[in-house]
């Protein structure tokens, strides 16, 4: 929850209260779902029934919450409705196959799309960032942008409430570079240039250099230092589908990730796959011994500048691992596939769908 505060009392006192509230709701939620999920591997009816009985009774809590707020408070309602997701144990009843599926149509459930005093609440932003960056872990990236912006329809055409939830979405994605931020970008400033100028102006400006990174871009080329001391260029691996493996020896999930990458590298080398790693040591001797302890046998260059590597700050990279591929013109295919999505990947890419 925010630290913001809504201005008077006792409305103020009751948002703060709402607050643990919904921390308490949280945290209940958390321990029961766990518990749930625990006995299910363990197969023990009886904690899974009475886990889902507390679910349910939490659920019960929080529509109360919404009814109760909306009457004494329609503000603090409104914020209730943006926050309030019940379980999909206990409420999806047959309607959905996932619940994948369940979160994107039922989060908002409690939200009166219609009511323009969403459009003076900043938790219309807030909310929309929080489903936003949910969905962005678990929804294929060439699918969010669509669903975001189908969910994101519901509110008036032009409001203000459907800006601030656009915005919210455009912050969750543009924040991991998530391909979809485009999509969200390009709504923004094609509904709401000429009714929010300003605020469009530094959606366009943030998204400028996503552009640059944008799926079926060309990829900015470089040349780095490899480990013998000979350059490589990217652009001379033209012919090859290339994956650019941003890593370092200090990363813990990098390392982890190694051994999946090595598994698909062995699996489509043979048919012009290609990965050149990028890292971001600044110790040449752990650099190179983290190469031969996990066996990489790409391709692989660092200026050993750590954070400050000139080709991580080229391609926008704020945290590892990271990778983006590339097709056989060097131009971009994906970023940020690991493990079976990024097989997955090339077994399309080599099966020629």
Not at 91 to 108: K, L, M, P
Not at 116 to 143: C, H, K, M, V
Not at 242 to 267: M, T
Request: aromatic share 12%.
């Amino acid at each position: 929850m925010q630290q913001a505060t809504v201005a008077g009392s006792p409305i103020n006192d009751r948002y703060q209260q709402l607050k643990a509230t919904f921390q308490k709701h949280n945290a209940d939620f958390s321990t029961a779902m766990r518990a749930y999920q625990q006995a299910q591997q363990q197969s023990n009816t009886a904690v899974m029934e009475q886990e889902a009985a507390a679910l349910a009774t939490l659920d019960e809590k929080k529509r109360a919450l919404v009814t109760s707020l909306a009457k004494e408070y329609p503000v603090l309602g409104r914020v209730v409705a943006m926050n309030t997701y019940l379980s999909f144990l206990n409420n999806n009843e047959g309607r959905f196959t996932n619940e994948i599926d369940y979160f994107v149509n039922t989060y908002f459930q409690f939200v009166d799309f219609s009511d323009a005093g969403y459009g003076e609440l900043p938790w219309t932003y807030e909310g929309s960032r929080n489903f936003a960056t949910t969905l962005a872990q678990a929804i294929p990236s060439d699918r969010l942008g669509e669903i975001l912006l189908q969910v994101y329809s519901r509110w008036p055409e032009g409001s203000r409430a459907q800006f601030y939830a656009l915005n919210g979405a455009f912050a969750a994605l543009s924040q991991r570079k998530h391909p979809a931020t485009l999509a969200i970008a390009d709504q923004i400033e094609s509904r709401f240039s000429t009714i929010f100028p300003e605020a469009v102006a530094l959606v366009a400006q943030q998204s400028a250099g996503l552009r640059t990174f944008a799926i079926g871009a060309p990829a900015p080329d470089f040349t780095g230092e490899s480990p013998d001391g000979s350059s490589i260029t990217l652009s001379s691996l033209r012919g090859k589908v290339v994956l650019i493996d941003f890593w370092a020896s200090w990363c813990g999930p990098c390392r982890k990730e190694n051994p999946n990458v090595v598994r698909v590298y062995e699996q489509f080398k043979d048919q012009g796959f290609e990965i050149l790693g990028v890292s971001l040591d600044n110790d040449r001797d752990r650099w190179l011994k983290a190469i031969a302890d996990d066996r990489l046998t790409w391709l692989h260059i660092s200026d050993l500048k750590g954070w400050r590597s000139t080709f991580a700050q080229q391609y926008g990279v704020s945290s590892i691992p990271q990778t983006v591929l590339l097709d056989q013109d060097g131009n971009i295919l994906a970023r940020n596939l690991r493990g079976p999505a990024l097989e997955e990947k090339l077994a399309e890419v080599f099966s020629g769908k």
